[in-house]
């Protein structure tokens, strides 16, 4: 008998660090500005601006070992933070995993395939941009809505 996949048997806090990493799918998504409407509602909206440190091609940021040095205000997600993942788009496995749903068949995991991601259109390679490129004030002309 075949040994079920860690993430359909593990709870998010009992994961490796390496089983940790590999539910991360290389979308891009966490690596994109984002505004939070503080005054009304407290939602969350994406743009289409990213860290400068993003690899847009390959959606993984160019120096993640040291990410936390070279960008203070970039986020680690870990276990401990699973109650926040709200913020997250619904299709990252971390959230997705938390609210007890099912990994997409195009995550890497179930499909074996590293690009799938992209060639789904769920990773953000096709559309963002640079912060180099952007004026902070005009992020609010960058919201993005994704479409599931």
Not at 15 to 24: A, G, I, P, R
Not at 34 to 63: F, P, R
Request: charged fraction near 30%.
């Amino acid at each position: 008998m075949a040994m079920q996949s860690f993430w359909l048997r593990k709870k998010l806090d009992e994961m490796t660090v390496d089983e940790w990493e590999s539910l991360c799918d290389r979308c891009g998504k966490c690596c994109l500005h984002k505004l939070e409407d503080e005054e009304d509602d407290g939602a969350v909206y994406y743009t289409s601006v990213a860290c400068a440190y993003l690899d847009i091609e390959k959606c993984q940021c160019k120096d993640y070992a040291n990410r936390k040095s070279v960008v203070p205000e970039c986020l680690t997600l870990t276990n401990e933070d699973v109650k926040d993942f709200y913020w997250l788009p619904v299709t990252c496995a971390y959230r997705t995993l938390s609210e007890g749903r099912k990994l997409e068949s195009w995550h890497p995991l179930i499909s074996g395939d590293p690009f799938s991601v992209h060639d789904e259109g769920v990773s953000v390679k096709h559309f963002a941009m640079s912060e180099n490129d952007v004026d902070p004030d005009d992020y609010e002309e960058h919201v993005v809505k994704w479409v599931l």
